[in-house]
């Protein structure tokens, strides 16, 4: 599977971006991570196939929020009240199975998101 990720950009402090993450086939666990400078890359969220179950990261303390629209075989990362530690480059990866870890087969390209303060 082939994975596409879209949507990052340069948001001030408190302000929401939406991720894209378009699958090139349906029926993969998709989930979302990121690397921030200087750090290593750590999972953020993850959507079984179905939708019907979801995964979180404890730090985002609700923050963001996934969604998946299997019509558009696309997966979403919703991010609101977003923080200049939020900066870094976001990844979507697919796998059969979501886990909350890095554990996933294949990776997309990876978007930059830049929170200015």
């Known amino acids: 599977v082939q994975l596409q990720a879209s949507g990052g950009g340069l948001v001030q402090t408190g302000g929401s971006l939406r991720l894209a993450c378009t699958a090139s086939?349906?029926?993969?666990?998709i989930a979302w991570h990121r690397q921030r400078p200087g750090k290593e890359r750590e999972f953020l969220a993850g959507?079984?196939?179905?939708?019907?179950?979801?995964y979180y990261a404890d730090s985002l303390k609700g923050r963001f929020a996934i969604s998946r629209d299997n019509a558009k075989n696309t997966v979403y990362l919703q991010m609101n009240d977003l923080q200049p530690e939020d900066t870094a480059v976001y990844y979507c990866?697919?796998?059969?199975?979501?886990?909350?870890?890095?554990?996933?087969?294949?990776w997309g390209q990876g978007t930059q998101v830049t929170v200015s303060s």
């Open positions: 990866a697919a796998d059969r199975i979501v886990t909350r870890t890095l554990s996933y087969d294949y």
């Open positions: 086939e349906p029926d993969w666990g």
């Open positions: 959507v079984t196939w179905s939708g019907e179950s979801k």
